[in-house]
């Protein structure tokens, strides 16, 4: 486990994926390569104008890999300082920032899989996933799923991302589900606790990994519990 610092990162690319919802690329200055684990987060600092300094966790969007790069996945928040400001940062701006923090991350051994997100909550599992699936020694034998929920297809972040994945993974399945989805959308519909027993009924010794927000988290960690999960096979980060 990689021994949390304090760097200075600098906006290198800035994208949106929605009208609320970024995703920020940074490079960290001063050291040839971050590491980290996937699923860790981030605390980044600023100061207010008022000389205020406020610190908030993110989780980190991005597989480690050889350089110092590091991708955040975030909504921009009403009245809320530290989102506004990442939002409005322009690349090549710098921001302060300490980690990595957390042990929201696989545990072996590693067993088929579901994940379950709904809105950012994705971050960590693109990390995840896209490290899992980098390597066939990682992931071969083993079945993972991904049901990501979301209001509208608008909201479905990474969604060519995670289509392209499940393409060439025959192992991974990508299940996106809109609660608002409209009359064109040919996918699951509803809230993601309604197609967690679907997927994971008949399949034994098999981890869960939920992320979002705690009304969410609580509904399916209870609806594994009623289909007979052991509660340490349910691992959760709550955003809320």
Known sequence: MPVFQTFTARLVRSVPLSEPTKHLEFEMEGVPRFGFVPGQWLSLKQAKPDGEELTRAYSIASPPAEDNRFALCL?????????????????????????????FILRPPLRDTIFIATGTGIAPFRSMLHWLLADPSRHHGRSFFLLFGSRTEKDIYYHQEFLQLAAEHPNFDYLPTLSRGGPEWKGLRGYVQEHVPGIVQGRAEMNAYICGLDKMIKANRELLKTLGWDRKSIRYEKYD
């Open 75 to 103: 909504n921009r928040v009403q009245d809320g300082f530290m989102s506004n400001f990442l939002c409005d940062m322009r690349e090549g701006e710098h921001m302060s920032c300490q980690g990595p923090f957390g042990d």
